[in-house]
C-alpha cells in the first residue's frame, strides 16, 4: 500500500490527482493533502510518504524549494517524487535534474499520470492490471 | 503573435483539462460576466492572465474535471477557475519562450492592471457555455532606462 502526498495549491487540482490514483489500480494507503510546499514538508516529517506528487508554482514555498529541502534531508531523500505542473520546459527540467524527479505535465491524462507513479515508485512491474480500469484507458470520470 | 498562443493555450486546455469543447472564437462580443481567476506571471516577461466565465459555465468546467454529479460549490468554481488560469498561463509563457525560459506563476486577487487594454483577449464558445480569456503584459524595459 502506497501512502501518498499531493501537494498544489489548487483544491480541484488535488481533488484530480487523488481521484485518479485511486481509480488506476494502485494499491494506495493513506492519502495527504497539502496547499504549499510549507504544508507539504511538514507532513513528510511526520508521516511515512510513500509518493510525493508535488506541483512547482506555489504560494509560501514553491514545489522546486520543497523538492530540494525533501533531496537534502537523509530521513527524505528517497522519497519516490512526480511533479506534476504546468512546468515541463527543458529549463525547469535542466533546473531539477539532480533531484531524481519524474515530469508529468498538466492537464495530464490518467494514463499518463498512473504510469509514471508506477515508474517513479518502481512498481510497474508489480502491480496487475488486468482487467482492471487502470489496464488501459477505461478511466471514467 | 500572442493572441494566437493564447488561443491555442485556451483551447487545448479548457478541452483537455475540463472536457469543454470549443466551438467558436470571438474576439470580444457579450460581456462574459461571473467569476474570474487571476494568474500573474514573472520571467522573461511578466504580466496577468484571466479566465473569467459565468457562473453555469464555471459550473459545468469544474463538474466535468472532478467528476462530479452534483453542482460544485462556489469555492470550488472558483478554485478552478484559478487552475484553468494556471494551467493556460503555463502553456502560453512555455511557448512564448520556447521552453527555455523559466516562469513564476502565481495566483492573485490584485486586479487593478486589468483596466488597461490586454495584449490579446478572446472567447471562446464552449460547448458549457462562454468563456473570457485576456491577457495583460508589463512593458518591457529598455537598456538604460531608468
Known sequence: ???????????????????????????????????????????????????????????????????ERIR????????????????????????????????????????????????????????????????GGDFDF | MWKDLLLQAATSTFEEAAFCMVEGVGEGGPEVGGARGVVFFEGPRSGFLMVEAEPATAAAATANMLGLDEEPSADLRQDALFELANMICGHLVSAAGEGHALYRLSRTEEEESLGEEPAAEIVLSLDCGPARVALWLAPVAVAGEV
Do not use: Y
Open chain 1, 1 to 67: 500500500m502506497l501512502n501518498v502526498l499531493v501537494v498544489d495549491d489548487s483544491v480541484v487540482m488535488r481533488k484530480m490527482v487523488v481521484k485518479t490514483l485511486r481509480m488506476s489500480g494502485i494499491p494506495l494507503g493513506e492519502v495527504h493533502e497539502a496547499g504549499d510546499g510549507a504544508e507539504g514538508l511538514e507532513v513528510v516529517s511526520r508521516e511515512w510518504i510513500d509518493l510525493a506528487v508535488i506541483d512547482l508554482n506555489m504560494p509560501v514555498l514553491d514545489g522546486q524549494t520543497m523538492i
Open chain 1, 72 to 135: 537534502a534531508s537523509d530521513l527524505t531523500r528517497d522519497l519516490a517524487i512526480l511533479v506534476v505542473s504546468t512546468d515541463t520546459s527543458p529549463g525547469r527540467r535542466e533546473a531539477l535534474k539532480d533531484c531524481r524527479v519524474s515530469f508529468v505535465e498538466k492537464p495530464f491524462t490518467p494514463e499518463r499520470l498512473r504510469a509514471e507513479a508506477l515508474r517513479v515508485t518502481g512498481l510497474e512491474e508489480s502491480i496487475d492490471v488486468e482487467g482492471s480500469a487502470a489496464a
